[in-house]
């Protein structure tokens, strides 16, 4: 270093101060990458983004650092971590309160709210039986069990053998079994005949012995 110096003849005290000078350089440019590096850590998730913005500050002395500075991330990622946990406790606090936000013009509105009072749009509809508000998503009021028109869903008849039918299986089944049950209902009661059987001719005793 002394040589190149000495070319544009530096010698003496100024050849100190010249080579103090471009130590100080030396040591600012290996500073801003470690400041470039230890920065993009704190901001950055991508384990590439990283190793490029250290890279590029390592090879562009002081330009590397400043093209970083400028398309880095405005916060760290503790920060945005903080902001998000926030957030997300802010909206718990307003559902525990039974407030939400009116989904038209994003002001803060009670849940019981039939109307927005900011914009005036609708919320919820109320329920015909005892007036309190209905969810959008309920399909009948859970207050006072009434239907709500066009959304409740019809009843379908419910296709089954009575009950004293059942209960007539299961005394069959307790007393005779599954098999004799079984037995039993293959039986075509309808052909059976109301008549009752022909007696059954006896033998007529032997009148030679």
Same mark, same amino acid.
């Given at each position: 270093?002394?040589?190149?110096?000495?070319?544009?003849?530096?010698?003496?005290?100024?050849?100190?101060?010249?080579?103090?000078?471009?130590?100080?350089?030396?040591?600012?440019?290996?500073?801003?990458?470690?400041?470039?590096?230890?920065?993009?850590?704190?901001?950055?998730?991508?384990?590439?983004?990283?190793?490029?913005?250290?890279?590029?500050?390592?090879?562009?002395?002081?330009?590397?650092? @400043? *093209?970083?500075?400028? +398309?880095?991330?405005? %916060?760290?990622?503790? #920060?945005?971590?903080?902001? !998000?946990? /926030?957030?997300?406790?802010?909206?718990?606090?307003?559902?525990?309160?039974?407030?939400?936000?009116?989904?038209?013009?994003?002001?803060?509105?009670?849940?019981?709210?039939?109307?927005?009072?900011?914009?005036?749009?609708?919320?919820?509809?109320?329920?015909?039986?005892?007036?309190?508000?209905?969810?959008?998503?309920?399909?009948?009021?859970?207050?006072?069990?009434?239907?709500?028109?066009?959304?409740?869903?019809?009843?379908?008849?419910?296709?089954?053998?009575?009950?004293? @039918? *059942?209960?007539?299986? +299961?005394?069959?089944? %307790?007393?005779?079994? #599954?098999?004799?049950?079984? !037995?039993? /209902?293959?039986?075509?009661?309808?052909?059976?005949?109301?008549?009752?059987?022909?007696?059954?001719?006896?033998?007529?005793?032997?009148?030679?012995?």
């Amino acid at each position: 270093m002394t040589f190149l110096l000495a070319i544009f003849g530096l010698d003496g005290l100024f050849n100190m101060v010249a080579q103090l000078i471009v130590l100080a350089a030396i040591v600012i440019w290996l500073a801003l990458v470690w400041y470039t590096f230890t920065d993009a850590r704190r901001r950055l998730e991508d384990k590439m983004l990283i190793r490029s913005a250290t890279v590029a500050a390592l090879i562009f002395p002081l330009v590397g650092t @400043v *093209v970083y500075v400028i +398309v880095r991330p405005p %916060e760290y990622i503790e #920060d945005r971590i903080e902001r !998000e946990l /926030e957030m997300e406790a802010a909206a718990a606090r307003l559902a525990s309160a039974d407030y939400q936000a009116c989904p038209h013009c994003e002001e803060i509105v009670g849940g019981q709210f039939l109307r927005c009072p900011h914009c005036m749009r609708k919320l919820r509809d109320a329920c015909v039986g005892c007036g309190k508000p209905l969810d959008p998503d309920w399909l009948l009021c859970p207050y006072c069990e009434s239907e709500i028109e066009g959304v409740t869903p019809a009843r379908k008849p419910r296709l089954g053998r009575s009950r004293e @039918v *059942v209960e007539e299986e +299961v005394e069959l089944t %307790e007393e005779y079994g #599954d098999e004799e049950v079984a !037995e039993f /209902e293959e039986l075509d009661l309808d052909t059976v005949s109301d008549e009752p059987p022909a007696p059954l001719a006896l033998d007529e005793p032997d009148e030679t012995r």
